[in-house]
Every structure is written in C-alpha cells, then in structure tokens.
C-alpha cells in the first residue's frame, strides 16, 4: 500500500521511519518532507495548506492511505477534505480537531461534561475580559482561542504581564483572529506530562507518557520552544498516576466527543497537570502527534503503526493490540543559533554520517534541507531530534547525548539537562 504523510518536521521523519518498518508499506511520499525524510520517502513539493494539489497527488498516485501532521491543516478541515474524494485519511475532521483549535470549545466541553481542568472564563470583548482580569490575582493564565504557533499562552506570574497578554491578544490582535476570544484561566501548580492516545470514537489505546522541555536553556528558563527534548516512560511519576488520567480525562472525553456529535478519530493528545495532591487535570487537548514527543513515542512502538492506523481509518481499533517496548528513549533536539527568535538557515552540518540511524541511536530531521553540493544544511529552528534508547532513562540519555556531540553545525544549541528529572 502506497502511502502519503503530510508534514515536513521531526514529527513526520519518525511517522514515516515506523511506517517504512510495516511490510504492508508500499512507496511513502512526504509532501513537503524534509532532507531526513528524502532518505528513506519521496518528497513532494506540496505544502499543507495546499488541499487542492494534495488531494489530486493522493488520488493520482492511488494512495491507499494518507497521514497528517500537523495542527493547522487539521484545524481546517483537510481530513474533510480527503474523505469528500473518498481517499482513506488518518486524522480528525474539522468538527474534532475544534478541541485543539479553540480554547473555548475545549474549555467549555470539559466543563459540560465535569472532567477535570482549570477553572476559567472566556470573553469575546476587550472590556469585560479586562473588567474580571482587574478582580483577579496573579498568578494567572491568559490564552487566546485559537492556534497561535504555540506562542498564544501566557503564563502571567505578574498583573503587568498579564495586562499585557490581553492587550495583545484583543487590541493589538497578535494573532489576528485566533484572538476573536480569550480564555482567562486559574494558575495551575505541578508537573506536567503529555498521554498520545490512538483514538477512534470512544475507542482509546494510550501510547506511553512522555515529558517535553519547552523552554529553550537548562533548568527551564528563558521562553518558551517548540520542544528542546521529551523522554518515556516516565519512571518518577506513579502508574497510578498515569491510570486516573486515561480513566477520568482522557476517556471521557473522546467519549463526549461522541455525545457532541464531533467523534474523534486520529492521536489525541492530551496535555496535563498532575498537582501537588497527585491528581491530574487538564491543561489542553491538541488533535494530532506531538513533536517532539512522537520522536521517542513511536521508537518503543512494537506493533505495526499501519496496521495500527488502517485500524482506526477502518473502524476496527477496538480489535487491535498494541505493543510497546519496555525501553526507554531520550530526544535531546538541536536547535539554531537564536531559536525560538531568528535564526540562520542554510549551515551546513557536520558528522551526521557518523551518526547512527538504527540500534541505539535514531536522528530524525526537523529542519534540514541538502544544499547544491548535495550535502545537509540547516533551515528551520529546531534542525535535529537525536533519539537515543537503552534499558532505562540513564542509557538512554547517555546514547542520545553521545550522538548529539558528534553532530556540528554553526551556532548549535541544545539543551544539557534532557530527562534529569527521570534519573531515578
Ligand atoms: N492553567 C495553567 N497553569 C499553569 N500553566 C499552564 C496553564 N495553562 C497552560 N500552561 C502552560 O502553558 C503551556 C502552553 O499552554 P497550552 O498547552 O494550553 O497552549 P498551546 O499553545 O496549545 O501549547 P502547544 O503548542 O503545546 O499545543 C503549557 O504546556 C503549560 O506549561
Ligand atoms: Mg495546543
């Protein structure tokens, strides 16, 4: 079976790396792929937005199944899209992927249905927003409806910052109109952790935990990343732990996506807040694979991921078994010189040869691209998710870091304290 992924980040290089593991696999293409992908799948020159030209590639080739990425296609309906030419796609309609394309709706399924998040109000004008931010306290949480990058979550530990948030959000409409709506929320204490579950309805097979570093430098400071590293499992955090988030959030709400009319088929990810008591709660829902979680994710994947994903695509998921290995995996990502802000493009880099792609060590490209000579140059933020796996958290990071040094580019940064926490 031929198969097209959609996407072109560190995300799509491990969805088409486990995919090609599958003897069902026929050719992959990537539209739009990277340098990393077009080692082992055809990229082609479509972007995501462009449905148009991607539903005619899927139908031209006869692909019999089609894989998406990304959050912003999703929120606009490309699985839609796909299904009206009745082309096989793994992912969530436009209806479902609301959950992570609107706070509000999210916010608000929640609250209908009494799962766990943060207590909250959601305005649509500037003054009354403005009005109950003036009865409140900081800590507190300032986010604008609708997809934003990553960037549209303020975090606001002063009244000043949080002013400022909402000013941005509503008067000076940074995200245009993602912004239409804001969601003020209570301040959360805790840690967090990320479950990807694959999801069919009210059919839910969580993948293992995984926690991602959002900030840019060591010891979680400076602002806030795509992801500077993710690990799993998570050997600190209690199993029980893990067990009342699938059972009381993660269930329930794939469940009241049924209710709503709006069922979910595709990776729901679920973002949470395990607080100080040991209860989780919800921080947020996105509607796909997360990046860089997938890159530890899906290396401890023992079952065949298109089994997995023509499953859901065929309304049978209930019937599958999924495996996963008992090793662990540490992503440490190597990112461009003044990333999360500018960055160059177009470095070359250095000892990617050297570099395992299989055993003990994957690199999956985020943001490469081969220059004239043929050879891998940087051109993004984040360039490189080197994956290490060993028996336990500590080999593991050992592996990945290893890896990491031999790979030079210009201005590399990356961060040193991946997975400390986990060193149990
Ligand atoms: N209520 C809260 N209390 C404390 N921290 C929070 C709260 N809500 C969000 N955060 C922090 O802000 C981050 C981003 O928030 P959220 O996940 O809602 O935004 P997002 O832009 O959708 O993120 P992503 O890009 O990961 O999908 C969270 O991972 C968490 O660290
Ligand atoms: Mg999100």
Redesign the pocket.
């Known amino acids: 079976m031929d198969i097209l992924v959609i996407g072109g980040g560190g995300r799509e290089h491990a969805i088409v790396w486990a995919l090609k593991k599958s003897p069902k696999a026929g050719r992959i293409y990537c539209a739009p792929g990277n340098a990393g992908i077009g080692q082992i799948a055809e990229c082609v020159p479509i972007a995501v937005n462009e449905f148009d030209k991607l539903t005619a590639f899927a139908a031209e080739k006869q692909v019999g199944l089609v894989v998406v990425g990304p ?1 912003d296609p999703l929120a606009d309906g490309i699985v839609d899209a796909f299904e009206a030419k009745e082309i096989p796609v793994f992912g969530p309609r436009k209806n479902a992927a609301e959950i ?1 394309g609107s ?1 509000t709706f999210m916010k608000d399924l929640l609250h209908k249905y009494n799962i766990p998040t ?1 207590a909250y109000e959601k305005f649509d004008s500037y003054d009354a927003a403005l009005a109950y931010l003036n009865t409140q306290k900081a800590p507190i ?1 300032i ?1 604008a409806d609708g997809l ?1 990058a ?4 303020t ?1 606001a530990h002063s009244m000043e910052e949080a002013h400022q948030a909402l000013q941005d959000i509503m008067v000076t409409k940074v995200f245009g109109e993602s912004g239409a709506q804001v969601v003020i ?5 805790g840690q ?1 952790m990320s479950i990807l579950s694959f999801v069919d309805g009210e059919i839910v097979h969580p993948m293992p935990a995984a926690q991602d570093h ?1 900030q840019v430098f060591d010891g979680d400071r400076g602002p ?1 990343t ?1 992801g500077m590293g993710t690990y799993s499992p998570l050997p600190h955090i209690d199993p029980a732990i893990i067990e009342d988030a699938i059972e009381n959030i993660i269930k329930p709400t794939a469940k009241a996506m049924v209710a709503e009319g709006r069922p979910f088929r595709g990776v729901l990810f679920a ?1 949470l ?1 395990i607080q100080p008591d040991g209860t989780p709660t919800t ?2 829902f ?1 509607a796909r694979f ?1 990046d860089p979680e997938t890159q530890v994710v899906l290396p401890r994947l023992k079952s065949d991921l298109l089994e997995v994903f023509l499953a859901a695509v065929n309304g049978t998921l209930a019937d599958v078994e999924i495996e996963w290995s008992d090793e662990a995996t540490v992503c440490v990502v190597l990112a461009s010189e003044g990333y999360p802000a500018s960055y160059p493009k177009g470095l070359p880099i250095e000892g990617l040869q050297s570099a395992g792609n299989e055993g003990d060590a994957i690199v999956f490209h985020a943001g490469t691209a081969l220059n004239a000579e043929g050879q891998f140059v940087t051109n993004g933020g984040r360039v490189l998710g080197v994956v290490g796996l060993g028996a336990g958290i500590a080999e593991a990071r050992d592996k990945a870091y290893e890896q990491a040094e031999q790979i030079t580019f210009k201005g590399k940064q990356n961060r040193t304290d991946i997975a400390t926490k986990a060193l149990v």
């Open positions: 959050d992570e706070k943060a949480v986010k934003a990553g960037k549209g979550v975090v929320e209570q301040f959360l204490e967090e959002k806030n795509g973002g807040m921080v947020e996105n997360g």
